[in-house]
């Protein structure tokens, strides 16, 4: 089971850290992904990191505003969300992958095996 936090209400260029724990199993083999779903709008890709974290990859509306990383002893994967802007508000959602075979391997593709519930991010003044 993953379980997202860090979701909140800020105002535009203010910034939030995301969290994506595990329980049940441990993130060291998985490759994460971050995805988001706007109001009416279709699920997207933001961004992925391999297990290891030796490689990420961020959708291009992120420009170079948003950071994945991960901390595996404490079974965490985190995206930091900076420069925020109302275009940002959606339910974010992490998902995993299995990926024990490369430690260079993450996608910005939906087809996780694994996904989070979402928590809200709403950007406004």
């Known amino acids: 089971q993953l379980v997202e936090s860090g979701g909140g209400l800020v105002q535009p260029g203010e910034s939030l850290r995301l969290s994506c724990s595990a329980s049940?199993?441990?993130?060291?083999?998985?490759?994460v992904g971050w995805f988001r779903q706007a109001p009416g709008k279709e699920r997207e890709a933001v961004s992925c990191?391999?297990?290891?974290?030796?490689?990420?990859t961020y959708a291009e509306f992120v420009k170079g505003r948003f950071t994945t990383s991960r901390s595996d002893d404490k079974n965490t994967v985190y995206l930091q969300l900076n420069n925020l802007n109302p275009e940002d508000t959606a339910v974010y959602y992490c998902?995993?992958?299995?990926?024990?075979?490369?430690?260079?391997?993450?996608?910005?593709?939906?087809?996780?095996?694994?996904w989070g519930q979402g928590t809200q991010v709403t950007v406004s003044l």
């Open positions: 049940g199993f441990t993130l060291d083999k998985y490759a």
């Open positions: 990191i391999s297990y290891l974290g030796t490689r990420t």
């Open positions: 998902a995993a992958e299995n990926a024990y075979w490369s430690d260079n391997y993450c996608r910005l593709l939906d087809d996780y095996d694994y």
